[in-house]
């Protein structure tokens, strides 16, 4: 990785407001996806991947306490400077884009959903609330991908090799941040078999498209998700207070989003926020690549003693992670959130 001058704040001073919270029980609070406003005036955060690692101790303590700001007071933020080259980005947004071939449609039914088990997975959703075409894949801690198009699975598999090395990075960083010793992260959660899902999506301007809505409004599980894209547009965040934030991100950047049970983890101090994929206003086709760092499907995830007392119990219940993920009906691949069934 190149050397870079260490500006670790980009944002305007970030005000959390206490009354306002996503994870509200009160669903007045969650509006309806049109009676939302949108904003592009609030900056998200970028961390530089770099900095966490550098060998000027001061710099690295900087980056340290800026990231755990960052995790506290937004829970999601652009990664730069983390070591993929951009040919590996250019490799796997050629791959995705042979791969959603239009002619090819029929090659890919095969990997329609026929079993729970499934670790290849396509689909096509037109309805009024998702519109995409999607492929699922488990990326450790076996890898799957399709053989076809040629290069494809190769190209993922370079990609997937370095945003490993990045979460694990991500996972010592986050840890020393919290003031633990660096593989807290890494014990609790057991990464080093986590379980890690990739959704690679197009979304269209106005193809078999039935709404404005891509991927309706949802938290992740996991660790974190960690997120990349060809063209801006579409993504929207929600953050602490109540804002709808466009997502526009620098070149070849990673966009970085806590997931549910880092929230568990902590209690709640770290917090997972609701994201949507909006198509109503792309002008052109976009390829996300969207990956869920999961746990280890066996590691048991409740509050860590570290982050409950008398003034905050546990919020949330223990389990499996595998449990969690079969909590609302889903199988392991869907990994669909399962936090408000969690939640005590």
């Excluded at 999607?134 to 890898?143: C, G, R």
């Excluded at 965040?237 to 934030?245: E, L, Q």
Aim: charged share 25%.
């Amino acid at each position: 990785m190149a050397e870079t001058a260490p500006v670790l704040v980009n944002h305007r001073p970030f005000e959390p407001n206490p009354i306002l919270s996503l994870h509200s029980t009160d669903s007045s609070i969650i509006k309806p996806h049109d009676s939302i406003a949108v904003v592009d005036d609030v900056e998200i955060p970028t961390v530089d991947y770099f900095m966490l690692f550098s060998d000027d101790l001061d710099e690295r303590s900087k980056a340290l306490e800026y990231i755990g700001h960052v995790c506290k007071d937004f829970g999601f933020f652009y990664l730069v400077n983390h070591g993929i080259s951009d040919s590996v980005f250019e490799g796997v947004f050629k791959g995705i884009s042979d791969f959603f071939n239009p002619t090819e449609i029929e090659s890919r039914k095969q990997y329609e959903k026929k079993n729970p088990t499934d670790r290849i997975r396509w689909g096509l959703r037109s309805s009024p609330g998702e519109n995409r075409e999607y492929l699922k894949i488990i990326a450790h801690p076996q890898y799957h991908c399709p053989t076809k198009p040629a290069g494809f699975s190769e190209s993922m598999e370079d990609y997937f090799k370095g945003l490993r090395e990045v979460v694990q990075g991500l996972g010592k960083a986050v840890s020393k941040a919290l003031g633990f010793e660096e593989c807290y992260i890494e014990k609790a959660f057991k990464l080093g078999t986590g379980f890690d899902v990739s959704a690679m999506n197009l979304y269209p301007p106005n193809f078999r498209s039935k709404g404005s809505i891509g991927v309706p409004d949802h938290t992740d599980p996991g660790f974190l998700v960690s997120l990349i894209q060809d063209v801006n547009g579409g993504l929207q965040v929600f953050s602490n207070d109540g804002n709808c934030i466009n997502v526009n991100m620098p070149t070849n950047a990673i966009f970085i989003n806590l997931g549910d049970h880092l929230e568990i983890l902590t209690n709640g101090k770290y917090k997972s926020h609701v994201h949507r994929v909006v198509v109503d206003n792309n002008k052109v086709k976009r390829i996300s690549v969207a990956t869920l760092h999961g746990p280890s499907l066996d590691a048991f995830v409740s509050p860590a003693p570290e982050f409950v007392d008398d003034s905050h119990p546990p919020a949330y219940r223990g389990m499996t992670y595998k449990q969690s993920l079969q909590a609302n009906g889903s199988d392991e691949i869907d990994v669909q959130s399962s936090i408000e069934q969690i939640r005590l």
